[in-house]
């Protein structure tokens, strides 16, 4: 499913940053940092393109209101 | 009041320094060194062959979880003698110690069917924890933090995100913190579940620390080059892994936290430099000149061995509450300040004073003592962040210590934690 960045646009690719590329010496499953980033806010995940996308979000989350939560 | 050790607790410190002088080869520390996942290497971050031999000789000499009832697998001794064994291994980079937030937590407010399942593997080293707490928008300020535990029947279903969930990469579970009631005050909706790191949903994702690469060698202070985002999709766990009551995992989580803080390993990353720095400026001279001779090295390492006992002290103090079954909040947040902050003005007054060789990292040919002063000059800045940041901490000295108000700020969030 792709997903759109709310800070750039972009489509971002969820499969591709879910994808197993590996497990934890005790059993959870890892996945390729580079491969898109999400974050959890106001109850749902949120994509974003890079983690540059990402950290504009976190210092001005209240201006992306159409992503609702606190 | 008595600040000496009883001469038992002396013959314990010697015996356990023989033993370490006895056991410690060069190869078993090549083999931890291998190993490290740069916390200074506890027996359940996955073990070598030597390394294991080596636990189970600790172990046949009663030295893992004095303190813990004998019913869960400790000995029933004293706080204060297993403060002892711990400090002895924290000073050659071994961690026998338990983290607060874990079998103290579980001990204190965890059910039968918990203590029984958790402690005894704890102190074993068969079971350790991530600690799962903070999330991108809540650090400082915990509270906020937005990782949903909603209860489905006998279940949970987790949905959310962690940050530097250190060691989760090889913790056999998640100490985490989660919300379980979105409408009531941030403190009061929070509980703490007990999470089988290979519980589906479950997603582990590296962050790689300053201390990457090249890696620091073994003993560096805190020293860890990895941590990890954590991430949760609908992982349902059964309500059995709920920690404390639902709701009330704010004070569960902060208790264990404020162990978290204090403690020889925490007091030790701070101060092993110390000594390091004396035994290197003693034995080494060049040219005709020794550091030992220099008065502005010794004015500076007499003024570090100072600050250390302050560090020390109030390790003692802590241990001492702790023993006679009272809580503390300030005198940890106190410490948790002093003890990091110290760790860096000692590594940057070693990087003066070894000049541009303190700089070199492990690997480096003229690196001194395989770079660990200049390993330690990037890591001591990490201790002053984890387990509460040290301007939090400021403030719960302030609130908790000095009965001030709590601070609201335009733009700030109150601290806290
Ligand atoms: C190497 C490392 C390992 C870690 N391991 C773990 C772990 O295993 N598990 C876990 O849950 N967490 C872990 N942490 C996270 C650590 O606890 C947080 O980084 C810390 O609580 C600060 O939160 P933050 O990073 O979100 O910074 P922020 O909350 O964004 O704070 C940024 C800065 O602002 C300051 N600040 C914030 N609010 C105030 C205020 N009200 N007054 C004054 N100053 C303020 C802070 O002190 C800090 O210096 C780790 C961190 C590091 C660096």
Known sequence: MKATCPVCGKAVDEAAARTKTGETAHGAQEVDPAKGTRQFHGGRWVYFDTLGCRTKFMARPDAYPSLGGA | ?417
């Open chain 2, 1 to 417: 009041m008595d600040f000496g050790f009883t001469p038992e607790q002396e013959a314990l410190r010697r015996e356990v320094r023989d033993f370490i002088a006895e056991h410690l080869t060069a190869e078993i520390v090549e083999e931890l060194e291998g190993l490290t996942e740069g916390f200074g290497v506890s027996r359940s971050v996955g073990r070598g062959p030597l390394v294991s031999r080596l636990f189970d000789e600790i172990a046949k000499r009663g030295w893992l979880g004095i303190s813990y009832p004998k019913e869960y697998g400790g000995q029933d001794g004293d706080r204060i003698t297993q403060y002892i064994v711990e400090e002895e291994f924290a000073r050659v980079g071994i961690a026998v110690g338990l983290a607060g937030s874990g079998a103290p937590a579980i001990l204190a407010a965890g059910t039968e069917e918990q203590k029984r399942a958790f402690i005894p593997k704890l102190i074993s080293g068969e079971y350790s924890f991530a600690l799962g707490f903070t999330e991108p928008q809540a650090g400082a300020d915990l509270a906020s933090l937005q990782c949903r535990a909603v209860r489905d029947g006998d279940d949970y279903v987790i949905n959310g995100q962690k940050m530097y969930t250190s060691a989760a990469h090889t913790a056999t579970h998640v100490y985490l913190m989660a919300r379980t009631d979105t409408a009531v005050p941030k403190h009061q909706g929070i509980s703490i579940f007990l999470v089988p790191m290979d519980t589906p949903g479950l997603t582990v994702r590296p962050l790689w620390t300053i201390q990457n690469e090249p890696r620091a060698p073994l003993g560096t202070t805190y020293g860890a080059y990895r941590t990890n985002e954590t991430f949760f999709d609908d992982v349902r766990v059964p309500k059995t892994t709920l920690l404390g009551k639902e709701n009330e995992g704010w004070g569960v989580g902060s208790m264990g936290l404020n162990l978290d803080r204090v403690g020889a390993a925490r007091y030790l990353i701070s101060v092993r430099r110390d000594e390091d720095i004396v035994n290197w400026v003693k034995t080494n001279r060049f040219d005709g000149y020794s550091p030992a001779d220099d008065p502005a090295i010794r004015d500076k390492i007499a003024e570090l061995w100072i600050e250390a006992q302050v560090c020390r002290l109030m390790t003692m103090r802590s241990m001492s509450i702790v023993e006679h079954g009272g809580h503390f909040t300030y005198e940890g947040a106190a410490e948790k300040i002093w003890a990091p902050e110290h760790g860096v003005r000692t590594s940057e007054a070693i990087t003066q004073m070894l000049g541009p060789y303190g700089q070199l990292l492990n690997g480096s040919p003229y690196a001194v003592e395989k770079g660990i002063f200049a390993h330690n000059l990037m890591g001591a800045f990490q201790s002053g962040i984890n387990h509460g940041s040290v301007q939090v901490m400021r403030d719960q000295v302030a609130r908790r210590g000095l009965g001030l108000p709590s601070a609201r700020r335009a733009g700030r969030p109150e601290a806290g934690r």
